[in-house]
């Protein structure tokens, strides 16, 4: 922490002000991962923090650096930045340049608390169904190998009891708009492939997704299930 702070101290602002900034940035990242149900927060929107009132180069960058410290100190979150790794083919709908490179600029806050803890003394008991429909979905991704066209997504969904179709579901609401969450949270990513017959909407697994730990977590999730019901998750 030592080291952020002297790079922090080279800016010619006070300690006081350099803390004041680190604590908004801090304040809006709890508050934005609350409020948006865990999905990524713009960096831009943290740069804006700083460069409101600061214009000093790099400034924004330090703050950020040390913000990330802190919450790993005081609070226990990791201040993890998600890139965009994939390269769409020619084939394929692409975002605008612009939209693509905000998007590689992200966070989202991930506890460091041991699983069995975090699940004890940390999960609500209204996020949990959402925290099943999230590994049913990646499950099915994972055994269709990473990409999966919608249709094929929606018909083992079905299969589970959960229709596209359905917009009263007692826990989701709409399926569809849980669906869409789970993009808006970077699990899921989802693109239009152009074919002979038209275009085809794929679902494939996003950096959340591919993150070490939650891969690990899908993949234990999956060995559960083959061990009651292989059919259950046989991708026909």
Not at 41 to 67: C, G, M, P
Not at 91 to 109: E, G, H, I, M
Not at 119 to 125: F, L, P, Q, T
Not at 158 to 178: C, I, T, W
Request: net charge negative; proline share 3%; with cysteine.
């Amino acid at each position: 922490m030592a080291d952020e702070a002297d790079a922090l101290s080279q800016f010619g602002i006070s300690k006081e002000e350099t803390d004041k900034l680190v604590s908004e940035v801090i304040r809006f990242l709890l508050f934005k991962s609350h409020q948006n149900s865990g999905c990524p927060i713009k960096r831009e929107d943290l740069t804006q923090i700083v460069t409101k009132n600061y214009r000093q180069r790099n400034l924004a960058a330090s703050v950020i650096n040390e913000a990330k410290t802190k919450l790993s100190s005081v609070f226990g979150y990791d201040l993890k930045e998600l890139q965009r790794s994939r390269t769409c083919s020619n084939a394929q709908t692409r975002l605008p340049q612009s939209q693509s490179n905000a998007d590689s600029k992200s966070y989202v806050l991930v506890s460091q608390l041991p699983i069995e803890v975090f699940r004890k003394h940390v999960v609500e008991e209204t996020t949990s169904p959402m925290t099943g429909f999230t590994f049913a979905v990646l499950a099915v991704v994972q055994l269709a190998g990473g990409k999966i066209p919608e249709e094929t997504l929606w018909h083992h969904l079905r299969r589970m009891g959960l229709h596209e179709s359905d917009e009263h579901n007692p826990v989701f609401g709409s399926n569809k708009q849980a669906l869409e969450t789970l993009v808006q949270q970077r699990f899921l990513h989802k693109e239009k492939v152009s074919g002979p017959e038209g275009n085809t909407l794929f679902y494939d697994l996003a950096e959340r997704a591919l993150d070490a730990q939650v891969s690990e977590r899908v993949k234990d999730y999956i060995s559960q299930i083959l061990k009651n019901d292989v059919s259950v998750v046989e991708l026909d």
